[in-house]
């Protein structure tokens, strides 16, 4: 069974580095072709995605985001960090990470690009 | 990265098929994706790859894609899919979400 579990702050202020930390179980970010993605969802409005990291370290961010993220794993300790760089009010959200499942087939494992399951999500307000 | 446009919401009343669309100009050479939100849980993966349906997603979740459009269908409706939907498909390079569509159950 897969589950992953965010954690970091729940309160920051504006222009902070927020640090979000993803714990997850039942896979190995080892594993080829297996990613975990940060997704997040300012209260009553859409899932955006951030940012995505393979098992190779093959990163990919958000276009209208990228300088301010940055996202690396820690195989050995199960975990992705995500940081984001000079945090605004309009960044409040719940973060959630995912987990994005590898392809298997003609003899190879293949990137997938997208996600299941979820983490619980973490809530995190920008506020002085 | 492109857009995915959903319709804001969609209302069926118990027993009825809901149809809920995602256009965008890449999903001809794109898989897409949907999920279901409820209030206050995580997103679920109801449909991947277009029109496949993970373990344990009842079968009156299906999906299907013409051209820039793809449709997530639900056959007889039941109050607990009353719920948000969200389109998702991705390029080389980023993922994209639609803006999603809020099903209401009459």
């Known amino acids: 069974q897969i589950t992953l579990k965010e954690s970091g702050p729940t309160l920051v202020k504006p222009t902070q580095t927020l640090t979000l930390t993803c714990t997850f179980s039942?896979?190995?970010?080892?594993?080829?072709?297996?990613?975990v993605g940060w997704i997040r969802q300012p209260p009553g409005k859409a899932l955006e995605w951030l940012a995505l990291?393979?098992?190779?370290?093959?990163?990919r961010y958000s276009p209208s985001l990228k300088s301010r993220l940055t996202i690396t794993k820690d195989t050995s300790k199960n975990q992705v960090v995500l940081t984001m760089t000079n945090m605004d009010p309009v960044d409040t959200a719940t973060y959630y990470c995912?987990?994005?499942?590898?392809?298997?087939?003609?003899?190879?494992?293949?990137?997938?690009?997208?996600?299941?399951?979820w983490g619980q999500g973490t809530l995190v307000t920008v506020s002085s | 990265s492109y857009e995915l446009t959903q319709p804001p919401s969609v209302s069926v009343s118990p027993g009825q098929t809901a149809r809920i669309t995602c256009s965008g100009d890449?999903?001809?050479?794109?898989?897409a994706y949907w999920y279901q939100q409820k209030p206050g849980q995580a997103p679920v993966l109801v449909i991947y790859?277009?029109?496949e349906r993970p373990s344990g997603i009842p079968e009156r979740f299906s999906g299907s894609s013409s051209g820039t459009t793809v449709t997530l269908t639900i056959s007889g409706v039941q109050a607990e899919d009353e719920a948000d939907y969200y389109c998702?498909?991705?390029?080389?390079?980023?993922?994209?979400f639609g803006g999603g569509t809020k099903l209401t159950v009459l």
């Open positions: 998702q498909s991705a390029d080389s390079s980023s993922v994209v």
């Open positions: 790859k277009d029109s």
């Open positions: 039942g896979f190995s970010l080892s594993t080829s072709g297996v990613g």
């Open positions: 995912a987990h994005s499942p590898y392809y298997y087939g003609s003899g190879s494992y293949y990137k997938n690009d997208w996600f299941d399951p």
């Open positions: 890449a999903l001809p050479k794109q898989y």
């Open positions: 990291i393979y098992w190779d370290d093959d990163k």
